[in-house]
T-cell receptor, first 118, second 115 residues
Framework: AQKVTQAQTEISVVEKEDVTLDCVYE???????LFWYKQPPSGELVFLIR??????QNEISGRYSWNFQKSTSSFNFTITASQVVDSAVYFC???????????????FGKGTKLSVKP | ETGVTQTPRHLVMGMTNKKSLKCEQH?????MYWYKQSAKKPLELMFV???????ENNSVPSRFSPECPNSSHLFLHLHTLQPEDSALYLC??????????????FGSGTRLTVV
């Protein structure tokens, strides 16, 4: 069965600190996709990144970086030099490539609330 | 604005009322989704529409009734709801049917309170 675990419910840091949000997933498929979304107080989920299971190369986008490790089924997200605007709830999600023909099988973790204080 | 517009942003309704949530996208996406976000729970997929056809109903109670008249509009009709249905209802759309190539684009949600 698919499952996404974000063990950190809330994290609070001071501006300019680095912070890592953990994500551990479970799947029986060999082909799958992992996502991170950001949900600011306004409510909408903002797509940040998508990785497929065959691409373990870590990715960096500005202050954001992602560490995908299949050996530990983890897809962690690091924000470097955090800013107050990074305060939001961050969701990790998993989608299996072959879901018996059904669609919309994006499974979310419970989210990690990040508070960045000035 | 993300490209997916949801109205109203906030809704308070009694348990005997009938109301509808609206979602609209003009991104050219062919798949649309309803998600429910309750406090301290993961986002729950409710319904999926692909090319206007419902392809998934995730065991949602019949007091929630979706409607997709075209690929750009999605409604969620509500009637005789319970207080535990109070939540943020999020609409999303995707370019590919499973959202795997480009992810989902979400609206800002409707904050529903059932009294």
């Amino acid at each position: 069965a698919q499952k996404v675990t974000q063990a950190q419910t809330e994290i609070s840091v001071v501006e300019k600190e680095d912070v890592t949000l953990d994500c551990v997933y479970e799947t029986r498929d060999t082909t799958y996709y992992l996502f991170w979304y950001k949900q600011p107080p306004s409510g909408e989920l903002v797509f940040l990144i998508r990785r497929n299971s065959f691409d373990e190369q870590n990715e960096i986008s500005g202050r954001y970086s992602w560490n995908f490790q299949k050996s530990t089924s983890s897809f962690n997200f690091t924000i470097t030099a955090s800013q107050v605007v990074d305060s939001a709830v961050y969701f990790c999600a998993l989608s299996e490539a072959n879901y018996g023909g059904s669609q919309g099988n994006l499974i979310f973790g419970k989210g990690t609330k990040l508070s960045v204080k000035p | 604005e993300t490209g997916v517009t949801q109205t109203p942003r906030h809704l308070v309704m009694g348990m005997t009322n009938k109301k509808s949530l609206k979602c609209e996208q003009h991104l050219g996406h062919n798949a649309m989704y309803w998600y429910k976000q309750s406090a301290k729970k993961p986002l729950e997929l409710m319904f999926v529409y692909n090319f206007k056809e419902q392809t998934e109903n995730n065991s949602v109670p019949s007091r929630f009734s979706p409607e997709c008249p075209n690929s750009s509009h999605l409604f969620l009709h509500l009637h005789t709801l319970q207080p535990e249905d109070s939540a943020l209802y999020l609409c999303a759309s995707s370019q590919d049917p499973e959202g795997q190539l480009y992810g989902y684009t979400f609206g800002s949600g409707t904050r529903l309170t059932v009294v």
